[in-house]
Structure formats: C-alpha cells, structure tokens
C-alpha cells in the first residue's frame, strides 16, 4: 500500500522519563529524536523549561553515575541542551508531528511499545490510489497494528530468513555454546553509512539485493560481492516533469550533468508567486491569463491578455469595510502600446499570469542553479552525450525545483572494477555482510554520475528532509487580514471515526 501518513500525537501521558525511554524509540537517526512536552514548568538549576515548550529528546546516556536522557529546547532560534534523569516524573504529552511517513518507518519508529498508533493518509500523494483498501469515501483514521516478523541469521547459510512473530515454536537460548562470530552480521546500507571514512574501502557481499530496481542497481543482486570505496554526500537537483494530467515523473539531476537546456515559461498563480520569483538579475516579464477584479479602488484590475514588468513588494493604504488598512502590495508596469503605467497589484490576488522569455540562450545546469532562483522551467536542448542514454532527453518540460543534498556510497565489482557506482543510501533496501579481503585498488575507478529517476514516495521522501527555512513563507490569505475563530491546536471536541485495520510488515 503505496501511501504517506501522518501520526496524530498521542493524548495518553507519559508519567516519567524512565517510561519514554522504555516504550519510545530514541536513537542517533533522523526518526529516533522523539518530542514531548510538559504542561508544567521544569526547573533544571540555571534553566527552566516552560510548560507547554517542546522538548526533543536525542539520546539516552550515563551522566555522573546517573542514566538519563540528552534533551535540547529551541529559543529565539538558539537551541539549549540539558539532561534529563530517568527519575524525573511527572506528566510528559507527544508533540504534534507535521513529518509524513511510510507504514514501514512507523512500525519502526513511531509505535510506543504497548501502545496503538493512529495516523492520517496524507493528502500529499492524492494522485495515489488506496480506494481498494479503504471504505468508499473514507475520511478519518486509520489505528495501525503492525504484524512483525523476525529476520534471522543461520550459522551455515548467507541468505536472511524471514520467520512470523506468530509462529508456534519453542525457542531455547544457546548464546553461551556458539561463537557469535560465526554468524554473519547482516548490515543495511544505513549502517556502511554510519562506519568511519578510516575503515573504507571494504569488500562486502550482498545478502539481500534491492527488489525490481532498475538500471543500473539490477547487478546488485544477491550474492554479488562489491567494494564499497568510499561514504560522501552529494548535490542533487530535484525535477519533475511538466505536463497537466499525472502522474509526473521525477529526476535527480547531479550538477555534472553535460546536456545543455533552453528555458521555458513559468505559470504563476497569484501576485505572490511573482514576488517570489522576481529576481535583480533580470526584469520579470509576465502575461494575465486570468481576469481579477479588484475590491479597492486603489489598486489595479486586471484583464486578460495584460502585459506586467514586476518591480517590487511594498506596502498601500487601502479603504476597507469603511476603515483604512495597510496590505503588502506588488508594484508593477503595465507594458502599454507605447509606453508604460505603474500599478499596483494585491499581494492576495489569485490570477493567472504566465512568463514571458526574452532569454534564448543554451543553458548548463551549474549556470541555472548559480544564476536564477528555483523553481525554474526549462527543456533539455542538447542531450547529454557523455551517456549512452539520456532520459531527461525526451521529457518535453522540466520543471528543476531545488537544490537537495543526499547520502552515497561508491561501490564497484572486484573482479571487473572498470567503472564506479553510486548508490543511494536512503532509496535503495538491500543487506551487505562485510568480507575481510584487501582492496587491491585504493583509489576508486572512473565514476559516471548519472540521472536518476525516482518514484512518487521517494519523491516525498527527498523534498521532507530539506530545510524548511529554504521554502517559501506561506501564501498571504486570499482577502485582507479579518479575525478568524479558530480552534486552540490539539482540540478534538469534534469526533473522529476511526476504523483499524491490519498490515502486513513492511509495506513501504
């Protein structure tokens, strides 16, 4: 079931630090950071944590004698660490959680042992198609309960046995007769990862290789062995190919990349998006395809067919419901037939406008990243000859929309290593087990870079781990600020139907 959830923070609190730790998974990855909150003050000698403040919990460790956890609260953008016992109690709530994620990294991370999970489908993936396992026009919640299995390792066998947790069978403990170096030590790529830069390169044997993957990581397959050269992390420009109708297809594209490109016009919503995408390196030149009819006479309607130069935000007094108001505006010059008239365009407008290319050149994709603000469209204008196939080649528009970083390993086969491959650490499933053989060659061979496509989930995947603080701020709303009831974040005084159904594990 290809879907993205979102968890909904448990109400039921916990009633020590002792009982996060055991129920919670905390750990040194991206999901192993819990956070909670105490709806009263803690006092922690020169430092008072606030009732109500998020604190992110980020290890378990022994302080003076004393287990306890490694904690960090974030004020006025400064981020403060302290320690917390395993004895202090008290009432500790889950925080709200804005991340998506898979039923696989759930059950993994975010179920407290003992305890039910209820999530949201998330409605980032709307073009994904759960109808045949969910009720017609379901619109509530979902309470996971994972079906594990355990992943086993035999003394004279290479692959991973899969055994049902239900399965009715004594187990006996036999640890102290057998050498736990006899067994092999299934490592996941995530856990290569983790080894120091000093203990590459080394020669590992794949157990388990990743399932219907495409060019080039269908040679991965099990029993293969690889050098593994070297751990790194890598830019990526993230792309999506431009058509109406879904599903898109999605690239990364490395900065490498040698075709050439010619741009193409971008769409653009509201006078917002324009402000975003104004740039002082060029005039933005743009065309209404949507009418708009202004409610203040101070500002300017827009007709179809509208010609704009885009100046720069500011701020305008407007008349409104009686009273004057000051709202951000877009300045701009209407292209008249010949000359020129300064108008002023609502922040808020919802329109239509679409660009206007004056540019005709031939473009590298380091130029673009370097020069212009993504997103930006354009059109692969000379393929890329360095490849026997380029993909990107025969999409008719891209849109490139940012810049991300990711984490991979450099791997190639010992017994033809005449060229490198990268492997995506977080994108590609697969059990290495470590060989102690030498590398003949320290020094890694050729690597050709290559464009690579990815799925609608790992799509979602790359964009959430981006830093926030390079997004855009949200849109302004659609009227002039006016006082909005709103309900106190957390409450659920409306009911939630929530139905539960049963997953095999993993799924995603």
């Avoid at 065309?287 to 720069?312: I, W």
């Avoid at 490849?387 to 008719?396: F, I, N, Q, T, W």
């Avoid at 970083?405 to 697969?430: A, C, G, Q």
Wanted: glycine letters at 4%; one cysteine or more; hydrophobic letters at 35%.
């Amino acid at each position: 079931m290809n879907c993205l959830y979102k968890v909904v923070a448990d109400k039921t609190p916990y009633v020590s630090i002792e009982e996060i730790t055991r129920k919670v998974s905390i750990a040194p990855t991206r999901f192993g950071h819990p956070c909670f909150y105490s709806p009263e003050d803690i006092k922690l000698g020169n430092l008072t944590i606030k009732c109500g403040e998020q604190i992110t919990f980020n290890s378990v460790e022994e302080v003076d004698g004393t287990m306890a956890v490694n904690c960090g609260v974030v004020r006025n953008n400064q981020s403060h660490s302290f320690t917390l016992p395993l004895s202090q109690e008290g009432k500790f709530y889950e925080c709200e959680d804005d991340q998506i994620y898979t039923l696989k990294e759930i059950a993994e991370w975010k179920i407290p042992k003992c305890r039910n999970r209820i999530v949201k489908l998330s409605d980032t993936l709307h073009t994904w198609d759960c109808s045949n396992l969910l009720p017609e026009n379901f619109d509530g919640c979902l309470v996971l309960t994972p079906v594990y299995e355990v992943q086993a390792v035999m003394k004279f066998r290479k692959d991973i046995v899969h055994i049902l947790s239900d399965l009715d069978v004594e187990v006996k403990d036999i640890t102290d007769c057998y050498d736990i170096s006899s067994f092999l030590q299934p490592l996941s790529l995530e856990d290569v990862f983790e080894r120091t830069s000093k203990e590459f390169p080394m020669v590992a044997e794949i157990m388990e290789g990743p399932s219907g993957s495409p060019k080039p990581y269908n040679l991965l397959h099990t029993g293969k062995e690889i050098v593994i050269y070297k751990k790194y992390q890598a830019t990526r420009v993230l792309a999506s190919e431009i058509r109406s109708d879904s599903p898109k297809r999605h690239f990364l594209i490395p900065l490498s990349y040698k075709g050439k490109f010619k741009r193409r016009p971008r769409e653009f919503p509201t006078a917002y998006d324009l402000e975003i995408a104004r740039s002082e390196k060029e005039q933005l030149h743009v065309v209404a395809t949507k009418a708009f009819d202004s409610p203040h006479k101070e500002l300017f309607s827009v007709s179809v067919g509208d010609q704009f130069l885009v100046q720069q935000c500011q701020t305008s007094e407007v008349l409104y419901e009686g009273r004057k108001k000051v709202i951000d505006v877009l300045a701009c010059e209407q292209i008249l037939s010949n000359t020129y008239k300064k108008v002023l365009l609502p922040m808020y407008m919802e329109g239509g406008f679409v660009e206007v290319i004056h540019d005709k050149k031939q473009h590298q994709l380091s130029e673009i990243c370097k020069e212009f603000r993504l997103p930006f469209n354009v059109k692969v204008s000379v393929r890329d000859l360095s490849v026997e196939e380029d993909v990107l080649a025969a999409v008719p528009g891209l849109q490139l929309e940012e810049e991300i970083t990711d984490s991979y390993l450099l791997v190639s086969s010992p017994s033809s290593p005449v060229e490198s491959l990268e492997i995506p650490v977080y994108r590609l499933n697969m059990s290495v087990h470590l060989l102690s053989k030498d590398v003949q060659a320290v020094v890694p061979p050729a690597t050709k870079t290559r464009v690579e496509e990815i799925s609608e989930e790992q799509y979602y995947m790359v964009r959430r781990y981006e830093n926030q603080t390079l997004h855009p701020p949200p849109r302004p709303p659609k009227k002039p600020a006016t006082l909005l009831s709103l309900a106190e974040p957390g409450d659920l005084s409306s009911p939630l139907l929530c139905a539960v159904w049963t997953f095999p594990f993993p799924l995603c």
